[in-house]
């Protein structure tokens, strides 16, 4: 399994991301995928989850309404569209076969500050 998360930034209270992850090493049409962060000093925190053919997604309460997560199994490509971000969403943002984020990515960092 092999991921690579990309799209973070530094970006205005307010603003909007788009991650990326590509993705390869495994059928990645037929894996659920998600997306997990982590805070400076603080835990992993799962994010959100998608089925694997897209049908279905996940957020946890303090991403709901403002992120989507979509994929497109053509391009083996999850996307995590982040919009109305807060400071307290600055973390490094990993994506995973599993929603508790092993294995990942070497994360992307996403830096939410006036």
């Known amino acids: 399994v092999q991921v690579v998360e990309s799209g973070g930034g530094l970006v205005q209270p307010g603003g909007s991301l788009r991650l990326s992850c590509a993705a390869s090493g495994f059928t990645f049409r037929s894996a659920g995928m998600s997306w997990v962060r982590q805070a400076l000093g603080k835990g992993l925190e799962w994010v959100s989850s998608?089925?694997?053919?897209?049908?279905?997604?996940y957020y946890s309460d303090s991403v709901k309404g403002r992120f989507t997560i979509s994929r497109d199994n053509a391009k083996n490509t999850l996307y995590l569209q982040m919009n109305s971000l807060k400071t307290e969403d600055t973390a490094v943002y990993y994506c995973?076969?599993?929603?508790?984020?092993?294995?990942r990515g070497q994360g992307t960092q996403v830096t939410v500050s006036p």
């Open positions: 998608i089925s694997s053919g897209g049908t279905f997604q």
């Open positions: 995973s076969t599993d929603r508790s984020g092993t294995p």
